[in-house]
Structures are given as structure tokens and as C-alpha cells.
């Protein structure tokens, strides 16, 4: 939870840093409400003419009760949704805000040189990852109060916004799992993110500040392993 507090902090307190919040903020809205306005284009009006063909009265009722299912379904699973998108393309999208973080916080710059394939790859199978953890959390994720829900989205968001600053030190997807395993403050972000991600429109409004504190947590456990202070 601290670091997703330092990355709260950090951001609020650095004016230079917010222009690289708004335009990746308003690019992930774009993308999961066209998402969102397409599943419903295919869906509901589809449903609705399957069960206007069987219960030919009441047709107004049925096609007001399709469609709030339709938004209560969303609401339950947005978290996931908007997380799976964002594992396709969260390396990319907050690339920027990662890398101004990172140098407000050491004075450095980090940048790997990986060849477009290594990155194409990496997103890919990230996002095959997050397709498979939500459609397994989604089957039994809201048990046990809910638990194991908040763990799934957290453990995607985990890997998530640590991404960028694993990728500019040459470590892609999966092998960043072996590398995240080994940083200290993990649980704890875990939690954080995995709570937040599955509240609508909060998991928005945060995802500058897990962003940030995804990065400060890889470049502080960094910066204090031995391998780091012998360099």
C-alpha cells in the first residue's frame, strides 16, 4: 500500500508529471467504453428479439430489463474488463509517466532498447494472461466474499504496472514473474491494486497512481539490492 501512496503523493506534488497522466487516462476510458458500447450493440438487441419471439407481451419491460442486466453485468465485471485491455497495451500506454516517475525519484533515465517484436510479444502473451486469470476469476472469483476476486485482479495488476519499469531493464513478460516475486512491498500492492481495480469508474481515477508506485516499487527494490550498490 505504500507505494501505491508514495506514487499518489509523488504525482500530486510534481506539476510536470500530469501531463502524462490525462491523455493515457483518457485514451484507456476511450478504449473500454467502445468496448463496452459494442458488447452491448451485439448483445442486448439480440436478446432481446430471442426472448420478444418467445413472450410476445410486455415487449418495452423485457427490453428495459435486458438492458439493465446488461449495465449491472458491467458493473460487476468492468474491473477485469478494464484490466485485461490494460494488460494489452499498459507497457505502452504509461510508458511515459513510468519514465518521468522513475526520474524524479533517481535523476535517471532507464531505457532498454528492445526490438519491436520482444515488445509486441510481451504484450501479447501479457494480455492472453489477463484473458485467461479473468475468465477464471469471473467462474469462481466472487466465493469466499469475494477473496479470491480481489487476489486475481490484484496479481494482474501487480504485473501490470510494474511493467514498464521491468521492460526498460530488458525483462518481459513471463519472465518479469521471477522478478516480481522477488520484490519487497508486493503483497501489499497486490491488495491495493486488486481492491481498486474492481470498484467502476475508482479504477480509473487510481491507475496513475499504481502506475507510479508499480515503478517506484522496482526502482527502490533495485536500488537497495546488493547487486545494485557493488555497481
Not at 507510479?212 to 516499487?217: I, Q, R, S, V
Request: aromatic letters at 10%; glycine letters at 8%.
Amino acid at each position: 500500500m505504500s507505494y501505491f501512496l508514495d506514487g499518489i503523493a509523488l504525482i500530486l506534488r510534481t506539476p510536470k508529471l500530469w501531463r502524462f497522466v490525462v491523455q493515457p487516462l483518457l485514451t484507456a476510458a476511450i478504449a473500454f467504453l467502445a468496448v463496452a458500447a459494442g458488447a452491448y450493440w451485439l448483445i442486448v438487441p439480440r436478446l432481446d428479439a430471442w426472448i420478444d419471439a418467445r413472450i410476445h407481451a410486455w415487449s418495452g419491460l423485457v427490453a428495459l430489463m435486458t438492458s439493465g442486466l446488461y449495465i449491472l453485468l458491467l458493473a460487476l465485471t468492468s474491473g477485469f474488463l478494464y484490466l485485461t485491455l490494460a494488460s494489452f497495451f499498459s507497457a505502452s500506454l504509461w510508458e511515459k509517466l513510468s519514465l518521468e516517475v522513475e526520474f524524479v525519484e533517481t535523476g535517471k533515465r532507464v531505457e532498454a532498447k528492445l526490438p519491436v517484436s520482444a515488445v509486441v510479444k510481451d504484450s501479447l502473451l501479457r494480455g492472453s494472461f489477463a484473458v485467461g486469470v479473468s475468465l477464471l476469476s469471473l467462474c469462481c472469483g466472487w466465493t469466499f466474499l469475494g477473496i479470491p476476486a480481489i487476489l486475481f485482479a490484484g496479481f494482474l495488476g501487480l504485473h501490470d504496472y510494474t511493467s514498464s519499469a521491468c521492460l526498460r531493464r530488458g525483462i518481459t513478460f513471463p519472465n518479469q514473474m521471477a522478478e516480481v516475486r522477488t520484490l519487497r512491498g508486493r503483497f501489499s500492492f497486490l491488495l491495493a491494486a486488486g481492491l481498486l481495480t474492481l470498484i467502476p469508474l475508482v479504477n480509473v481515477i487510481m491507475l496513475p497512481g499504481l502506475v507510479a508506485g508499480g515503478t517506484l516499487m522496482v526502482v527502490r527494490n533495485q536500488s537497495s539490492s546488493p547487486s545494485s550498490r557493488k555497481s
